[in-house]
Each structure stands twice: as C-alpha cells, then as structure tokens.
C-alpha cells in the first residue's frame, strides 16, 4: 500500500496534493532501515489550508442525519478490514512491532469506527428530570466543530481512530495531524480509507510533515474548537499553556512513570509473567508500560532472578521474521535516550545491570536493572524503551509513596490478599489500577474517553491469557 497515489501528499478538502513547501522526506523500515515510502512536509500554510477546508465543510456534516454520517464511517471501517493484511504489515514495517502488537493496533482503529457509528445513532442527548412541575427539560450532544488530532508514532492507527471516529460521528470535521516517524499508516492510510468511503471533501483532512512545523502549527491554530494531543507531557504542557492564554479547549494524554508494586504476599512467578507484559509490550513504547518495579525486601531477590530468566530468555530482531518477541526501537534517537540517559546514567549512580544493557542497532535487548534509587533516571523518567527497573522497599506504606510521588496513568499490583490489593489500589494515584494482571491482559473499555481521572480498578478473576514469551524459560509459568 505504500506505493499508493497518496504517497508523499497531503489529504486536504477531498484532494490529495503536495505539500505548498514541494517538500518530502523518507519513511523507513525500522528493522531493516529500507525506505518504504515518502511523506509531504507540510507547514503552516497547509494547516490553514485544512483547518479553512474542515470550517466549510462543517455545518453540511453535522446537518446531515445519524445514520448518513454512520454510513459514511461503516464504510470506512469496511475498506480497513478488506486491507486488513496489508495495514498490520505496514504497522510491523513502519513501527517495528511484532505480530501480535500490529493485529491489536489495526483491529481497535476498526473496533472503534464501528463503536462511533452505532454510538451516534443511539443517543442525541438526555431527558432530564425537570427543575420544577410543568417544565420539561432535554440536553443535546451538539457538536463542537472543527477538532485538530495530533498523535504519537506508537499506536498510530487506533490512538488516531479513537478520537477521529467519535468526533466525526457527532458531527465534527477533523484535521490530522499523524507523527512524522509512522506518516503512512498513521495518516496517508487513513485519508485512503476515508476518501474511499466517500466522506464529503473537508471532513477529514491528513497534514503530515514534522513536529516544528506542521504539528506546532496545528496545536496553535485559532480556528479549532477542541485540540486532541496524544504523546509526551513536555508537548503537553507547552500545548496546555497556549490554550490557556485564549481559553482554548484542548484534551490531552500524557506521559507518566507507571508503577508496578510486588508486596511481600505476592506470586513471584505470576508477578514476574505479568511484567514482561507491563514493561515490555511494544518494547516498552508505551504511555501505560510500567516504568517503576517498586518490590517489598520479602521477595525481591526472587522477583529479580525471575525477571532476570525471563528477560535474558527473549528474542529480539526483525518483527517479519516471525519468529522474535521484541522488534527494534522506533529511532536512533529514542535507542540514545534509553542507553544513554537512562540505563547509563543510573548504572553510574549505582544501578545494576542483571541481563541486557546492550544493543545492535535499534534492537536493544531486554534490560534488569537492580539496586534503583528514587533519583536515579531510570526510576524518574517515561522509559519508553525495554528496561524494567527494579527499587526495593521495606513496607507497604513506603511502596505507596514511592509510587504516588510521580505522575502515572496505570499502575498495578500483586498480592495474595486481593482486600489488601484494593486498599493499595484506592491510595494510588493513578487513573487505572490492576490487581494481579498486567496493563493489556485486562482493560477498561472507554477509560480515557474524556481523559479524565476518573479511576478504575480491576480484579484479576480468571486465569491469566498471557503470552507464551512471559513464561519462565526454566518451566515455572
């Protein structure tokens, strides 16, 4: 598919066209480093152009009635299944993820077009009690208008879909802004999709190009009436302090230092299954990847050589190949950072490396670190990269501390006694809490929907489907 019309140009107004800059730049293969395509650099002046083409179009979208716009989302949703193969592997190719990771990606994107257009023909709003006798009172979900989405490069489909489809379900037009390392699957597929499906010109707009450029000048545009940012807490700051200056309405999730707390009742072995997950899924490349291993004194040593088995016991390389558990990381610049700024740096503060510390090329192998400090990088920083750093605590008091002393979006925890596990859960701050299980065996449907800290807390009832690469490799599941 990379070798579609849309390679290299911008979607805007129901046209793709080249950037007003002329100017492409590469798409690689991140385990090969192969050129598998091109994107437009667009600018400012494509952002205006957008914004002004989603503006008109509008009001004609959000007329129209439930079903029609659903249509034209089913639609959408129709032409990614019948693509289905060629959209996982260019997931695989262009964010380096294994299989597993890809299907979940490609799949969700879809999920959630067929969750919006059932959405938005079952509900238009509320009747509500009346505020006195003989009145009667009703709410109407209106919609808000043109919506810019900027997303990251990890899960570039499904955190893209998962605003795009709701927003235009109720009426809103888009523009989108996808990340310059995945421009293809995160952006050009998408307006592929979505001019197929026969969306009105303007509805659905694509501005690839680099942060700077393109997405600073879609994050400050004045013509939106909500901005949707996904991705790292120091853009989302920047973004937050922009809006506040003329009270745009913006909708943001950031980053945090997830917490994964082993109290000194735990199954060692279970605990340690679940991190490979937690910490490692997507080499760790994530905003929910547990960046914390917070471990009561009782049981570390055996939590660390079981993480140690399991770690080292991973095979790393090319995703296409079938036959690895860990891909490569999305950038040099990324792989740097992990190697450099975070296990370095610790390791020269004291940490320990236990298995990995390594890399060729952007496959780095899984990394224990032992003896972490609380003001060590690696337990400080959104690692985003396959290193699980371990601290060690002598009571339970001091694991919630430690956890809640830094921002988090979902934590877990691992106990025998699932009272006690809910009495940890309910003091940690974080919006979604997981007793036993790790983040992705055992979610939340709609958690962040309005990405609020609404807080939810889920009990691991059922045996575990956890991957067969979490397993001890000496046996002990």
């Known amino acids: 598919m990379t070798s579609s019309p849309a390679a290299g140009q911008l979607y805007i107004d129901g046209v793709f066209c080249p950037p007003a800059s002329g100017r492409t730049a590469t798409v690689t293969d991140k385990a090969t480093g192969a050129v598998i395509g091109s994107y437009g650099l667009g600018d400012a002046a ?10 008109a179009a509008q009001p004609a979208w959000a007329a129209l009635g439930a079903p029609e716009r659903a249509a034209g989302l089913r639609r959408f949703a129709e032409y990614l299944q019948a693509h289905y193969e060629d959209l996982v592997r260019q997931s695989m190719r262009e964010t380096g993820g294994v299989r597993a990771k890809a ?5 969700t994107g879809i999920k959630q077009l067929q969750i919006s257009m059932v959405q938005a023909t079952e509900n238009a709003g509320d009747l509500l009690p009346p505020y006195k006798a003989g009145k009667l009172s009703m709410s109407r979900a209106v919609p808000l208008g043109v919506i810019g989405v900027i997303t990251p490069w990890n899960y570039p489909v499904n955190l893209a879909l998962r605003a795009v489809a709701p927003a235009l379900a109720f009426g809103n037009t888009v523009v989108l802004k996808p990340a310059e390392l995945t421009p293809v699957i995160g952006g050009q597929l998408l307006a592929e999709a979505a001019d197929a499906a026969g969306l009105p010109p303007g509805v659905f707009n694509v501005v690839t190009g680099d942060g700077p450029e393109a997405g600073h000048a879609l994050a400050e545009h004045t013509g939106l009436d909500l901005m949707d940012f996904t991705g790292s807490r120091e853009v989302g700051l920047a973004i937050a ?6 009270l745009r309405p913006i909708r943001l999730e950031l980053g945090g230092s997830n917490a994964f707390l082993v109290l000194d009742d735990a199954d060692v072995d279970l605990a340690a299954s679940c991190a490979m997950v937690a910490s490692l899924e997507f080499q760790g490349q994530t905003c929910i990847s547990a960046s914390r291993h917070i471990v009561m004194r009782a049981v570390a040593d055996r939590y660390l050589d079981a993480l140690t088995r399991r770690a080292a016991a991973l095979r790393v390389g090319d995703p296409l190949s079938g036959e690895v558990e860990q ?16 296990v370095g740096a610790s390791v020269a503060m004291g940490a320990e490396i236990r298995t990995g510390g390594s890399y060729d090329g952007l496959f780095y192998r899984p990394t224990v670190l032992a003896n972490v400090t609380a003001k060590m990088p690696a337990f400080i920083e959104e690692i985003f990269g396959p290193v699980l750093p ?9 694991a919630i501390a430690l956890a809640n002393g830094l921002p988090m979006l979902m934590d877990s925890v691992f106990t025998a006694d699932l009272i006690r596990g809910l009495g940890v859960a309910e003091r940690l701050e974080a919006g979604e809490v997981h ?21 939810w807390i889920g009990v691991q009832r059922t045996p575990l489907a956890l991957p067969e690469w979490t397993a001890d490799p000496a046996g002990r599941a």
């Open 390 to 398: 371990v601290t060690v605590v002598d009571t339970e008091e001091e």
């Open 103 to 107: 299907d979940d990606e490609v799949s």
């Open 241 to 246: 302090a922009s809006a506040a200056a003329t």
């Open 327 to 342: 891909g490569p990381l999305i950038s040099e610049k990324q792989r740097d950072r992990v190697h450099h700024d975070i």
């Open 435 to 455: 007793i036993n299980d790790a983040h992705a065996r055992h979610g939340a449907d709609d958690q962040m929907g309005g990405f609020t800290r609404r807080q």
């Open 46 to 55: 494509d952002v205006d152009r957008a914004v002004a083409a989603a503006r």
